[in-house]
């Protein structure tokens, strides 16, 4: 990115300081960053001994092999004891681990103690159907407690698990479940969505007949609807576990061994098997959950909002929170099912005090109007997180007075499937936090900004985010395609990791995340970022959300398209659009003028929330609209062009 052109982006100056109380408590100081940068390495083993490990590690990184890593590779332990049993041991058996709350309002609160049962009788039902050590397990779940269950009790017995959005067609499932030759699936009759059962099972069978090697398919009854049966494969969930013991003795498995694959979608080519292992992804899992949310696990409830699906799910509602013996809620449905408040509802009832959620949440709450949460009673929150793509400064600002009554910290973590665990984040006792910014690298994690040769820029300059050493969490390669794993992340810039997205760093030296560098626009020899053109629009009053794209132009090379949906209650007028085109270019400079501002009504997103420029560039460049297959709503492309005049 030109230097000049970043000079004028986004000048955003509002700061916040972190509130006295919570920084005089916090579990973690400025001074973590400071023994961190002294002995890295001796930080990470440190961390570590948050863990229980059956044989201690006395190695902490071998990079003997790069960029192929392994972290305390000599240690043993059991990811899932870690995460359930020692609580139990440690006297916390009565502990609430789990607030499961279903979309129809039915609940169910399940204690350390019982959790321990049940991925006991899980573990021991799976070993019964002939799951053992090394062998992969498909989970195609609705967000409901029995997949926490399932993930913890694959990860008992060394199986590893590679769970697949539940939203996910049958030809997705079956690839995944080929690639990584599942011998198990394990799903449920189906799940709610906006007030109805929605059949999961189906999708499983129609998978079936695609991919090979799967024995069982493990079936949880949640809804109780029809479905087809394969006598002799199928296996009803509660009926094999009932019959099994609550004891199961814990194996030992290497801090190497694979505990999950999960594909990121990836906007081309086929999906990348992402694969993590134990002891390391563990460590920084529940390191960051600690350190991020100031996580007091006897007196917080804290809540995610993700997908189990999803890394975020992996992450930070199973791994994460549960080796730290948080107390957490677990919500399986959408957001505005029955009402659009019931996010805040959930708050209420459950007195959350950390709420962990998306920009795109977020900018749709925004959206809703400021006088839905203003009717529930939110003030147990004192820590707010963000998580999944750049939140825009307004969408922060929203947050903070509206969900977090103008004093919680929001911590905005950027990280990947691939990272494991979050990368650079404020730290909510420490950090003056500004919106918009993910701000600084986590102690014992190195990141930072280089131009197209690999150079470090200067603060105040843009370019592209590196991760310069290797961390405990980290993707240890795709699996079965080591090469890919080399092409995709290490070879970009030598020795540094790729994280393939555009960033800057401000006159700090604090890191603002840009977006995809895929998505970055050239616009008559300068590069302009989406992001930045989004967060300008988003700041207007009447904005509600936007994306932006850069279409081919004759002229200037590319020119900015911007996609607005407006707020609750605003009309289009050609006034009105020409006024958001004089806003961006007053915020962001001239050259940021959007040369087109089309009004919608929704935008095409993935099922994690993510902005399908790539289709949006499709309309503005008057293609045929490409492949829609991953869109959350395949319905919504064609809504969008009926609402666009013909000649534009
Ligand atoms: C990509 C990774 C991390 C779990 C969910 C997404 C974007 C993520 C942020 C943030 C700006 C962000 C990046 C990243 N992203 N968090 N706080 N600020 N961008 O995992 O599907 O693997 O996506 O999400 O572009 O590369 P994922």
Redesign the pocket.
Known sequence: MSNESLANLLREERRFAPPAELAAAANVTAAAYAQASEDRLGFWAEQARRLDWAVEPTQTLDWSNPPFAKWFADGRLNVAYNCVDRHVENGLGDRVAIHFEGEPGDSRSLTYAQLKDEVCQAANALLELGVTKGDRVAIYLPMIAEAVVAILACARIGATHSVVFGGFSADAVASRIQDAKAKLVITADGGYRRGKPSALKPAIDEALTKADGVEHVLVVRRTGQDIPWTQGRDVWWHEITARQSTQHTPEAHEAEHPLFILY??GTTGKPKG?LHTSGGYLTQAAYTHHAVFDLKPDTDVYWCT?DIG???GH?YIVYGPLANGATQVIYEGTPDTPHQGRFWEIVHKYRVTILYT??TAIRTFMKWGDDIPAKFDLSSLRVLG??????NPEAWIWYREHIGAGKAPIV????????GA?M??PLPGVTETKPGS?QRALPGIAATVVDDNGTEVPNGSGGY?VLTEPWPSMLRTIWGDDQRYIDTYWSRFAGRYF???GAKKDEDGDIW????VDDVMLVSGHNIST?EVESALVGHSSVAESAVVGASDATTGQAIVAFVILRGGVTETPELVEELRAHVGRTLGPIAKPKQIKIVGELPKTR?G?IMRRLLRDIAEGREVGDTTTLADSTVMTHIQAQLPATD
């Open positions: 990121t979608s992402i993700a999803w890394v975020t992450s998306a920009p963000s998580v999944g793509e750049p939140i905005d973590t950027w990280w990947q499937t691939e990272t979050i650079i984040s993910a985010l994280a393939g997205d995340l840009l977006g995809r992001t994690s993510k």
